[in-house]
């Protein structure tokens, strides 16, 4: 199977701060990858220079057989390829779901109006909320904004897309939500690269997990391998510490 993502050897400086140093892997189509690791260790910087919302210092990317690094590139076709969710939402405060959704494909791709709203609400149905077409992001709970911004990635239909901790900033009860919409996508082999501290979630959802620590990728392997049997000290150390807090919590 051919890669549609490959990231070889990217590198990202802010100042003297080595955020990415050398990262390089690839990610076959209908694959989830996700990236796990310490906080501060490049996991957001890496899926943001792949996006081109941040420019890499070094390195190329590339989406199939095309090179989206290189100068020049168009901005407008790698947004309608790979879809992005951030942590934080992102929705237009000022639009509905339904305009919010539909916004991409009526700007980016050209689609009419008409057509561009029975995408949107298409998609809105998928994630669970055609019912909530026409509320306000202020009106959504916190989850069901993050599904309408799942939605909006959806509505481009991308080749990839990139989840940006999807779910860091939800309360505990509104997590289980927008896991299921993204394993239901996984089921469906939409391609994706998730970055998540949701370790039930990567078990359950990943072909392979990445590791990240300074900067780099350290380890990566199965969710088997890498969770029940992980071979380097920094890896163990990480998985250690998460089991300790997980137990605090219970």
Not at 46 to 56: A, G, M
Not at 158 to 180: C, H, K, Q, R, Y
Not at 206 to 228: C, K, N, T, W, Y
Request: some cysteine.
């Amino acid at each position: 199977m051919s890669a549609l993502l490959r990231v070889e050897n990217l590198r990202k400086c802010y100042g003297d701060e080595q955020v990415l140093q050398s990262v390089s892997f690839s990610l076959d189509r209908g694959e989830t990858k996700v990236v796990v690791g310490p906080s501060g260790t490049g996991k957001s910087t890496l899926l943001h220079c792949i996006n081109q919302l941040t420019l890499p210092d070094a390195g190329t990317v590339w989406l199939a057989d095309e090179e989206i690094t290189r100068h020049g590139t168009s901005l407008d076709r790698i947004r309608a390829r790979i879809g992005f969710v951030f942590q934080s939402f992102n929705l237009f405060a000022h639009l509905t779901a339904l305009g919010n959704v539909r916004l991409g494909p009526m700007w980016v791709k050209r689609i009419g109006k008409p057509e561009a709203t029975q995408l949107a609400l298409r998609e809105l149905a998928r994630v669970g909320l055609e019912s909530k077409a026409d509320s306000y992001p202020f009106e959504l709970s916190g989850g069901q904004q993050q599904r309408v911004s799942i939605a909006r990635a959806l509505a481009m239909n991308p080749e990839l897309i990139l989840f940006d901790e999807p779910t860091s900033a939800l309360d505990p009860e509104l997590i289980g939500d927008v896991l299921n919409v993204m394993l239901e996508l996984s089921s469906n082999r939409m391609t994706m690269l998730v970055v998540s501290h949701e370790m039930g979630f990567a078990r359950a959802v990943a072909d392979e997990i990445l590791f990240m620590a300074g900067g780099r990728i350290v380890e990566q392997g199965s969710p088997d391998l890498l969770l029940d049997a992980p071979q380097n000290p920094r890896t163990r150390s990480f998985l250690a510490r998460l089991s300790v807090l997980e137990g605090a919590h219970q």
